[in-house]
């Protein structure tokens, strides 16, 4: 899932683990952004532990990476972790979610296998909602909090904001 700043792309990671736990309670859910990813990593790497970070990692039903474009840049031991974390997941056919602020293949700094096995899934971009689908979020949202706005009203505020 890639889009701009700001268009919900964290929280539709949260939303699909949240759904994935309702309905298999006991399945092993991972949400954590990239940065902390890495982080967790190099603590492993430091304290001798990669045993239990691989176990972590790979034992998980549902893996949700947000900012996977933190991933850029970094030394080739920690793109090579993620890489393998990620055949280690796809190999038993669990699902792996990564947001980012642009598509795979605009993904500069990263290794080319890296971009080819995020091409691999369906990628979807997220765009701010157009003036008219603002109007309607913002007449939802007031409904259900017991406001009745005005159009003029309605159409003033979806004019002050883009995502």
């Known amino acids: 899932i890639y889009g701009g700043p700001g268009l919900g792309k964290t929280h539709l990671l949260n939303a699909i ?6 309905n298999i309670p006991n399945a092993r859910v991972k949400y954590i952004p990239a940065e902390s990813f890495i982080n967790d990593f190099l603590d492993h790497l430091r304290l001798g532990e ?7 990692y790979r034992s998980l039903d549902l893996l949700l990476i947000d900012d996977i474009q933190s991933l850029s840049g970094k030394k080739v031991a920690t793109q090579e972790e993620f890489f393998n974390t990620f055949n280690a997941l796809h190999d038993k056919q669990k699902q792996i979610v990564l947001t980012s602020d642009r598509s795979p293949k605009h993904l500069e700094g ?8 995020f091409s691999w899934g369906l990628t979807q971009t997220i765009t701010p909602p157009d003036f008219e689908t603002r109007i309607a979020i913002l007449q939802s949202k ?3 909090l017991g406001y009745n706005f005005q159009s003029d009203t ?3 505020l979806a004019g002050q904001f883009d995502s």
């Open 17 to 22: 683990g949240n759904e994935i736990l309702k």
């Open 50 to 56: 990669m045993e239990k970070f691989k176990k972590t």
């Open 110 to 117: 990263l290794e080319e296998r890296l971009v080819t096995r």
């Open 142 to 144: 007031t409904e259900h």
């Open 154 to 156: 309605l159409e003033y």
